[in-house]
């Protein structure tokens, strides 16, 4: 053979075929520095942080944001947020790193913790390419993950989840406007939309409905606890009728739901 060596897209199309396989993808950053950067794309798509000690060890094994494989990952999952601080989020933070994100998940749920988080500052608009934000915390108030919304300019589909009430909670009340000043370019938010708050979805409502620009939601899923909750509710689909495809309301109270498929536009 003349040429003994496959192209690098004949080498990288191979190990794609190996994208579910961490082990395979593993051996393949063994085989030759060639094919590490392509293996590393999938070994590092999904990053989960569940422990603090987790994100301690990303932070000794990758010193330097810049030169971490934090830039490959796509999605990143957060169940420490407590121990995240506004100094990781500053330039040359870990944070940072993680550039590139299409789906973010800070899950909080608990008053329990050691250090429970009080803010989600830290957080706002570390990547710009963000098109999904699951948020599950019980200490955080509306306002707060309202500002956190308004952070990424991309997103489309969010989901808030919130159980039971803390010392941190805002008693259901909004908390006037928002602390952080309104971004240039606010987002679409032409997904999903799924609600579950035992405080009751009236307090998130009433901030997704000021977003500048407006919502533009294609299915809404939400469940309502109490008597104002539907009022609340029924804003958001008012205000997503042109975009609405689908709509599943469990009414707690009443110990049924509501699916409706909007037609096809």
Partial sequence: MSNPYLPQEILDHTVDLLRDDQDALKECCLVSK??????REHLFAKIEFNLEKHLESWKKTF?????????????????????????DAEAGGWIRGFSRLVRLEI????????????SFTPFHGFSSTVKYLLVHSAIIPPPQIY?????????ED??????????????????????VVQPSNPPALTGSLRLSLDTGVGPISSELVSIPGGIHFRNITSTLRYGEDLFATMVLVGLCSHTLESLDIACCLMSTSIWYPFPHR
């Avoid at 500002?147 to 997103?155: A, E, G, K, R």
């Avoid at 941190?168 to 602390?179: E, L, T």
């Fill in 34 to 39: 060639s094919w590490i950067p392509r293996a």
């Fill in 158 to 179: 969010l989901t808030v989840i919130r159980n039971g009430i803390s010392v941190y909670d805002d008693g259901g009340s909004s908390g006037g406007p928002p602390a």
């Fill in 107 to 118: 899950d909080s749920p608990g008053s329990y913790l050691p250090e429970p988080i009080s």
């Fill in 63 to 87: 010193p330097d944001p810049s030169t971490s494989p934090a830039h490959h990952a796509k999605t990143l999952i957060i169940r420490c947020a407590h121990a995240v601080t506004a100094a």
């Fill in 147 to 155: 500002n956190l919304i308004l952070s990424f300019p991309l997103l």
